[in-house]
């Protein structure tokens, strides 16, 4: 069986997630993994067996049988890393959200388009069984005309280590870039994208907000200081209205989730329901959609190419199916995400050109990349 050699950049939370997918992956061979940490890639390594061990990221990429490499670090450290891997002559698959500014993204996208080689990102949300289901309403046009986006993500209290869980590298724009809107915003407005075939942002408002008292200790050690509740209306072009509300902790109930409305149906996403007019009747359909993966997986032969994020990132390298746009959708999104982080600056709505204007660099220096 023809195999990608991979080698994993950060074997953190996230880098030990990505080993234990990659094993369940037959084509994936995972040869080198590299993380500034010594004691914890000597930990993983051994657990999973990976013999080729780095501290330094330029030395690793200097390895010529390492065909494909993923990064798992943090948000302002993809855009150094990606580029180097790509000017290394590796395809890079990298964590969400694509970098820490639009600008940073931007310059991933250019140098994926320079060097030609594959740049993937992390949207896990274009996988689910829901957006499959819904492309397959919106592709055949049953939407109708598809007038409204809602991309909503609900946290009672689960801001990144201030209230328990994850690195605190999440919560300072030094290391992240951006909060809520940045982590879970990504998923959800990337996937309402991917299904509405990437419409041109016009503009944004939004608004920014850290209220909800947190463990002083923690706050202090993490330098918090980053949203914890995004909200934000866009419009793209053709009038498509986007509204988004992404809280980490909120003092309420959850919120319904995300939607697209078309006149002539809408869907909703938690849980997947069509919801159409029919003889007069207003119908709410439900879809088997465990039913449809049996399907795909016995019936249809290009299934498995779609399983996952990290699925989809190797048949795509061994040529068993397109890779699907990522780099683009995510690229969009955190344009759309970084305009509500300008509005909140600016009081005001601001267009996507200003964005572009106005975004700069946030990518830190890598200590252990240059040779
Ligand atoms: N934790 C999650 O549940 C989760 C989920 C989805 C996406 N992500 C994304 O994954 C990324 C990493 O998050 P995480 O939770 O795994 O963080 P983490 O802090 O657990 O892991 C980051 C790893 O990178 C290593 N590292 C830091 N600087 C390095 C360098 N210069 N060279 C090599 N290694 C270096 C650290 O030692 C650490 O092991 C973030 O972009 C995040 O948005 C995380």
């Given at each position: 069986m023809e195999k990608v050699k991979i080698a994993v950049i950060g074997v953190g939370i996230i880098g030990e997630q990505h080993l234990q997918n990659y094993a369940k992956i037959?084509?994936?061979?995972?040869v080198a993994i590299c993380d500034i940490n010594e004691e914890r890639l000597n930990y993983i390594g051994d657990k999973y067996g990976i013999?080729?061990?780095?501290?330094h990221i330029g030395k690793m990429l200097?390895?010529?049988?390492?065909q494909a490499v993923d990064v798992c670090l943090h948000n302002n450290m993809h855009t150094p890393v990606s580029e180097a891997v790509m000017r290394a002559g590796k395809d890079c698959y990298c964590e969400k959200p694509?970098?820490?500014?639009f600008a940073d993204a931007k310059r991933m996208y250019e140098v994926m388009e320079e060097t030609g080689k594959k740049l993937h990102i992390q949207?896990?949300?274009?996988?689910?069984d829901e957006t499959k289901a819904a492309k397959r309403y919106i592709d055949s046009g049953d939407l109708g005309k598809i007038y409204h986006m809602r991309s909503y993500g609900f946290r009672r209290?689960?801001?990144?280590?201030?209230?328990?869980?994850?690195?605190?590298?999440?919560?300072?724009?030094?290391?992240?870039?951006?909060g809520a809107m940045f982590d879970m915003g990504v998923y959800h407005i990337s996937q309402l994208l991917y299904l509405t075939g990437l419409p041109k942002l016009e503009r944004v408002s939004g608004h920014t907000y850290a209220e909800i008292a947190m463990d002083e200790g923690r706050r202090e050690i993490s330098g918090f200081n980053v949203e914890e509740l995004g909200v934000g209306l866009a419009t793209y072009e053709g009038g498509l209205s986007l509204d988004i509300l992404e809280a980490?902790?909120?003092?309420?109930k959850p919120f319904p989730g995300s939607a697209i409305y078309g006149s002539d149906a809408g869907i909703t996403f938690e849980p997947f329901e069509l919801h159409t007019r029919q003889h007069d009747l207003e119908i709410d359909v439900k879809a088997d959609l465990w039913q449809r993966d049996y399907l795909d997986h016995?019936?249809?032969?290009?299934?498995?190419?779609?399983?996952?994020s990290q699925h989809h990132w190797v048949h795509a390298l061994l040529g068993k199916c397109e890779l699907l746009p990522t780099a683009k959708i995510a690229l969009e999104t955190q344009r759309v995400q970084e305009g509500i982080y300008f509005s909140q600056k600016l009081g005001r709505e601001v267009t996507a050109e200003e964005i572009e204007q106005l975004s700069e660099s946030k990518a830190l220096e890598i200590l252990n990349l240059a040779l």
């Open positions: 037959p084509e994936a061979d995972v013999e080729r061990r780095f501290t200097l390895e010529e049988d390492i694509m970098s820490g500014s949207l896990g949300f274009i996988y689910n209290r689960n801001r990144p280590y201030v209230d328990g869980y994850g690195a605190k590298e999440f919560v300072n724009t030094t290391t992240s870039g951006g980490w902790a909120i003092h309420g016995t019936v249809y032969a290009d299934s498995a190419h779609y399983d996952n």
